[in-house]
């Protein structure tokens, strides 16, 4: 079946370091991706997404790249700070059919930054 | 407005009580989506509101029951839960349905005793 999933579930860095998170995934018509942070007790926030049409997006401070060759997607995160401290998850987005609307979530990668 | 709201924050309940977890958003979304998540575990779907029809129910159990009375409103009717229900639960909306962004509220904690 599809899946979506991370390479490491822990990341520690220092303050003004940059970060790297990185995702696999398996359905390769997958066309819409997206990365969520979540801090404890909230709600999944929106980040940055990339369409299956491009290789690299870049936002304030993040950016995200698109391998579909080997079904790998990354997010950069620069001069990363103590309030970016949290759980990033990646997740696809059906590709088509009855899998529209369907977000598929990755098993999260805890961010952790140190001052 | 450019969020989506969901009350209550936290819920404790019973297993024999009825409850609803209610949700809007104001960023004229014609989908609405519920999910559930477990501690350290991503969101998982449970339904989907495509212009106030469902059309997915991730095989959810009927003691949970969805609803959308319209396009900015979507409920979630709970009865009979067991202990393992407990979570938080999240509503989301994205502006069609189709392959585009789901923007999520901060959801609400629920305690099945």
């Known amino acids: 079946g599809e899946s979506v999933g991370l390479h490491l579930p822990t990341l520690s860095v220092q303050e003004g370091d940059n970060s790297i998170i990185n995702c696999a995934y398996s359905n390769s018509a997958s066309d819409y991706f997206i990365w969520y942070k979540q801090e404890s007790g909230k709600g999944p926030q929106f980040i940055i997404d990339?369409?299956?049409?491009?290789d690299k997006r870049q936002g304030q401070r993040v950016t995200v790249l698109l391998n579909k060759t080997v079904k790998h997607l990354s997010l950069q995160i620069a001069a990363t700070q103590p309030g970016d401290s949290a759980v990033y998850f990646c997740?696809?987005?059906?590709?088509?059919?009855?899998?529209?609307?369907?977000?598929?979530f990755g098993q999260g990668t805890i961010l952790t930054v140190h001052p | 407005d450019t969020e989506v709201t969901q009350t209550p924050k936290h819920l404790v309940m019973g297993m024999t009580n009825k409850k609803s977890l209610k949700c809007e958003q104001h960023?004229?979304?014609?989908?609405m989506y519920w999910y559930k998540q477990k501690a350290k575990k991503p969101p998982e779907l449970m339904f989907v509101?495509?212009?106030?029809?469902?059309?997915i129910n991730e095989s959810v159990p009927s003691r949970f029951s969805p609803e959308c009375p319209n396009s900015s409103l979507l409920n979630l009717h709970l009865h009979a839960l067991q202990p393992e229900d407990s979570a938080l639960y999240l509503c989301?909306?994205?502006?069609?349905?189709?392959?585009?962004?789901?923007?999520f509220g901060p959801g609400t904690r629920l305690t099945v005793l």
């Open positions: 509101y495509s212009y106030e029809k469902l059309s």
């Open positions: 990339i369409r299956s049409n491009m």
């Open positions: 997740a696809e987005n059906g590709a088509g059919g009855t899998s529209y609307g369907k977000l598929t």
């Open positions: 989301a909306s994205s502006p069609t349905g189709l392959t585009d962004t789901q923007y």
């Open positions: 960023m004229g979304h014609r989908a």
